[in-house]
């Protein structure tokens, strides 16, 4: 019927419009000067465009004495970046080995409470950051692991893994055994089974269990705001907060820092969205 043709068009415009008007503003508000962004009434469109907000980031001096506040923070900016990098891509590579190797287990292995394990190891995440923030911090304290990469990478495994491994379970479940079988009966052992054979089939959900983990991980606030307190350690969320302070606040540089921050993941997804999907719907379908 025509109404629900209108109907589905017009929540899905609704939805679209959602999303993109917030990045959109976003945006806009990155390209404006500093008083064009503070202006009332507000300025929609910027009258005029500038990319100084950006370049900030690579050389904070050029916005002069009055934006030392937030130049200091874009100053970070590029370590933070690279700190992000390292910890979301550190987390992506650790959940395919970790979430195929469980996976695979849960797949294939038979064993008493199996299913009730995997339900357990998801229920974790039940379990809000809050609750449990305080015990890590004196698990790393302890460790002496506080302000470096490694306790972000250890933090954010704590609450990617448990997905990961319910990802790749499903998945697996889904590839047949005679697939396996056949490699063993051509002469390959496990390991080479594994690697020649049943991981590049599964490559969509381990792109998919890969992807989940960096986007987890890219964003994540808390646990980077409590483990470190020096720019050797801190990722980008922390240097974007940085912008405000009690004394000044820069939304120009706020809304730059938010596009840098958004483009890597964004970028990646949009290069393997079908793997994406392809590995999610297919877990989901039969797992």
């Known amino acids: 019927m025509p109404w629900r043709a209108i109907v589905i068009h017009g929540v899905s415009a609704f939805y679209i419009l959602w999303i993109v008007l917030p990045f959109s503003w976003v945006i806009l508000t990155s390209l404006m000067t500093e008083v064009e962004s503070m202006s009332i009434p507000p300025h929609w469109i910027p009258d005029y465009i500038t990319f100084d907000n950006y370049l900030a980031f690579l050389n904070p001096a050029m ?78 304290q302890t460790l002496g692991l506080l302000d470096t990469l490694l306790v972000l990478v250890l933090a954010h495994l704590t609450f990617t893994i448990p997905y990961s491994v319910w990802i790749m379970a499903s998945y697996f479940r889904t590839i047949p055994r005679e697939l396996e079988d056949a490699a063993l009966v051509d002469g390959c052992n496990w390991i080479t089974m594994m690697l020649r054979v049943f991981l590049p089939v599964a490559s969509p959900g381990l792109v998919a269990c890969a992807m989940f983990a960096f986007l987890s991980s890219w964003g994540e606030f808390l646990y980077a705001l409590l483990f470190t307190s020096t720019l050797n350690s801190k990722t980008m969320p922390i240097i974007i907060a940085g912008f405000v302070t009690d004394q000044d606040t820069s939304p120009v540089l706020m809304n730059a820092g938010g596009v840098l921050t958004v483009l890597p993941p964004l970028v990646l997804a949009l290069l393997f969205q079908r793997l994406i999907v392809s590995g999610i719907s297919a877990g989901a379908v039969k797992g």
């Open 63 to 140: 916005l002069g004495a009055k934006r030392l506040v937030g130049g200091g923070a874009a100053q970070g900016a590029p370590r933070a970046l690279l700190n992000s990098a390292i910890v979301a891509f550190s987390v992506a590579i650790l959940n395919m080995v970790i979430g195929s190797s469980a996976g695979y287990a849960f797949a294939r292995l038979n064993f008493r409470g199996s299913s009730a394990l995997l339900l357990v190891y998801l229920a974790t995440r039940m379990v809000p950051a809050l609750a449990i923030m305080v015990s890590l911090y004196l698990v790393f």
